[in-house]
């Protein structure tokens, strides 16, 4: 089963950093996040190359870079690709020809930083195939809780309205103050981290031609309508010692600089 790593696109949200370089190559603690997310990938006996899907232009062309010399040290194969900026949906395609004849593959938002182990996650892949009788379309790593960027408070709302008086008062007595607290989530967050049959190439296709012209991004165009379509998507909750990140920029990173070690330790690395 081959890793293909999602390395392209535009890096909008971490606007300026990424008209220089790109989120793949956001560094922590002096390498870039995409080193880190390969070699971790690596490590384990059921992958058995990676590929990254980049530009090829001055900007993508850094992670090429970077790798270059260093397939020895990683242990296995590395395979570039070109993103040729057609949305996620459309980068998918250019891989088909290189994962197509394994009946799977995993494919890696390349700035998510996370310690999933993918035995586990290949063990309740193939229990769903099973339960499918090889009808699953695959499986997307979720998780029902997050850690939250900023402080919470609890009102006494009582209090306050009895001492002024006053319903439309716009200040609030606080009871307690709770710092960064973990929330439960309502839906479960899909995390950018799937393993995919083969036959998602089908549905790929099928997109691509709905779509006419232009690229097509493959959770809104397609993984969200793929049930509709005969698709079987399965979740797998990464649970709530395993912790994830999307280091969508320098200054993200280094406010979430705890949760950055915490992941690096959890990876080995």
């Known amino acids: 089963m081959k890793a293909v790593l999602l390395a392209g696109g535009y890096g909008t949200r971490a606007k300026p950093f990424t008209d220089y370089f790109p989120k793949a190559m956001i560094p922590l603690n002096g390498r870039p996040v995409i080193h880190y997310v390969v070699s971790y990938l690596a490590k384990f006996s059921q992958i058995s190359g990676l590929i990254i ?30 993103d040729k ?4 949906g459309g980068a998918l395609l250019e891989i088909e020809r290189d994962v197509r004849t394994d009946k799977c593959f995993l494919l890696w938002f390349a700035d998510n930083l996370c310690a999933l182990r993918i035995d586990g996650l290949i063990q309740e892949y193939e229990k769903a195939d099973r339960i499918t009788k090889g009808g699953i379309t695959g499986i997307v790593v979720v998780r029902n809780q997050r850690r939250e960027e900023t402080g919470r408070v ?15 008062s716009t200040t609030s007595l606080i009871k307690q103050f709770i710092e960064k607290g973990v929330v439960k989530l309502e839906q479960p967050e899909a995390l950018g981290i799937y393993l995919f049959n083969n036959t998602i190439f ?7 031609a709905r779509m006419h012209a232009g690229g097509f991004n493959l959770s809104h165009d397609l993984l969200g309508r793929i049930s509709s379509i005969g698709g079987k998507l399965y979740s797998y909750n990464l ?7 999307d280091v969508e920029s320098p200054p993200y990173s280094d406010r979430n600089k705890d949760t950055v070690m915490k992941i690096l330790s959890q990876m080995g690395m």
Not at 202 to 208: E, I, V
């Open 85 to 88: 900026k057609f949305g996620t």
């Open 53 to 82: 899907l980049c530009e090829f232009d001055n900007i993508g062309k850094q992670i090429i870079n970077y790798f270059e010399g260093k397939e020895a040290a990683i242990g296995k194969p590395l395979t570039f690709i070109e």
């Open 239 to 245: 649970g709530g010692n395993t912790e994830w990140l």
């Open 154 to 168: 609890i009102l006494d709302n009582a209090i306050h309205r009895q001492a002024n008086n006053s319903r439309n």
């Open 202 to 208: 089908d549905y790929l296709h099928t997109t691509s």
